[in-house]
T-cell receptor, first 114, second 110 residues
């Protein structure tokens, strides 16, 4: 158990619809990350939160994407006007220990845009 | 040049074989490295951390060559359960975001 849950686990949507994913760390962790993984590739960094502050965003995060972490605990990732190219696995990760660089991943949300 | 390059494989090996993967990285400032293991349609899970010249954990050995900027993973006495994709991660960038390679797929057969 990595201490991270993600919901939903699978999402199928039609192009142009909005979708929202949620990441829930089991306990408080100040650093939370979102990654995206497409078939045959490693995960790609999207954005990073320290507590409720979003400190870095990848250029992969277009203006259709927005992420929040309103209380410094759970986080949401919203994609507006989805495109077929958004189909991917969206992974949330946390750093459990302040002195460790290791990130632990949640099970991911698999998005399919038809 | 990509930040992290891995041979995608697949490496098809029989049980009991020894197999090694290499991973090259472009950022000479990378100080720490991880190998993650990812099963099909699952999340990546940490296999091993490398903070100096190498690390060994049971059947798994990671070795770092800073001069040539590559890190290797050696698996001895392969098991069927070792079948997975192995992702190389040099730790770089602010706030320790992880930059993953595309992974090397290993298939161990009876």
């Amino acid at each position: 158990d990595t201490g991270v849950s993600q919901n939903p686990r699978h999402k199928i949507t039609k192009r142009g619809q909005n979708v929202t994913f949620r990441c829930d760390p089991i306990s408080e962790h100040n650093r939370l990350y979102w990654y995206r993984q497409t078939l045959g590739q490693g995960p790609e960094f999207l954005t990073y939160f320290q507590n409720e502050a979003q400190l870095e965003k990848s250029r992969l995060l277009s203006d259709r994407f927005s992420a929040e972490r309103p209380k410094g605990s759970f986080s949401t990732l919203e994609i507006q006007r989805t495109e077929q190219g958004d189909s991917a696995m969206y992974l949330c990760a946390i750093r459990k220990d302040a002195g460790s660089d290791t990130q632990y991943f949640g099970p991911g949300t698999r998005l399919t845009v038809l | 040049r990509k930040e992290v390059e891995q041979d995608p494989g697949p490496f098809n090996v029989p049980e009991g074989a020894t197999v090694a993967f290499n991973c090259t990285y472009s950022n000479s400032a990378s100080q720490s490295f991880f190998w993650y293991r990812q099963d099909c349609r699952k999340e990546p899970k940490l296999l091993m951390s490398v903070y100096s010249s190498g690390n060994e954990d049971g059947r798994f050995t990671a070795q770092l060559n800073r001069a040539s900027q590559y890190i290797s993973l050696l698996i001895r006495d392969s098991k069927l359960s070792d079948s997975a994709t192995y992702l190389c991660v040099p730790l770089t960038g602010g706030y320790n975001k992880l930059i993953f390679g595309a992974g090397t797929r290993l298939a161990v057969h009876p």
